[in-house]
C-alpha cells in the first residue's frame, strides 16, 4: 500500500471516528424533539462508525492520523461500553 493510500486511510478514519459522535448526538436529539426514543440506535450507529474507525485506523497505522483514529475510537467505543455496563 502506498503512503498516499495510507493517508488518506488515516484521515478517513478520523473523519468517520469524530462524526460518529456527532451522527449519534443528532440521531438521539432529533428523535427526542419528534416524540422518539433513539437512545438504542444512535448507539449502534456510534458503535459502527466507531469499529470502521478502529478498522481504518489500523490499516493506517504508519501515519499519525490512522493512530490517532484507533485510538480514539477505542477510547469512545471502550469508554462508552464500560459506561453503559
Same mark, same amino acid.
Given at each position: 500500500?502506498t &503512503?498516499q493510500? &495510507?493517508s488518506?486511510? +488515516?484521515?478517513l478514519?478520523?473523519? *468517520?471516528s469524530?462524526?460518529? @459522535?456527532v !451522527?449519534a448526538?443528532a440521531i438521539? !436529539? !432529533? /428523535?427526542? *424533539?419528534v +416524540? #422518539?426514543r /433513539?437512545?438504542?440506535?444512535? #448507539?449502534l450507529?456510534f458503535l /459502527?462508525?466507531?469499529? =470502521?474507525?478502529?478498522? !481504518?485506523?489500523?490499516?493506517?497505522r504508519? %501515519?499519525? *492520523? +490512522?493512530?490517532?483514529?484507533a485510538? %480514539? /475510537? =477505542?477510547?469512545l467505543? @471502550?469508554g462508552?461500553v464500560t459506561l *453503559?455496563?
Amino acid at each position: 500500500m502506498t &503512503e498516499q493510500n &495510507e493517508s488518506q486511510f +488515516g484521515k478517513l478514519a478520523l473523519a *468517520l471516528s469524530l462524526g460518529g @459522535v456527532v !451522527l449519534a448526538v443528532a440521531i438521539g !436529539l !432529533l /428523535a427526542r *424533539l419528534v +416524540g #422518539y426514543r /433513539a437512545d438504542m440506535p444512535a #448507539y449502534l450507529v456510534f458503535l /459502527a462508525f466507531q469499529v =470502521a474507525a478502529i478498522v !481504518l485506523g489500523l490499516v493506517a497505522r504508519r %501515519t499519525p *492520523l +490512522g493512530k490517532a483514529a484507533a485510538i %480514539t /475510537a =477505542a477510547v469512545l467505543a @471502550v469508554g462508552s461500553v464500560t459506561l *453503559l455496563g
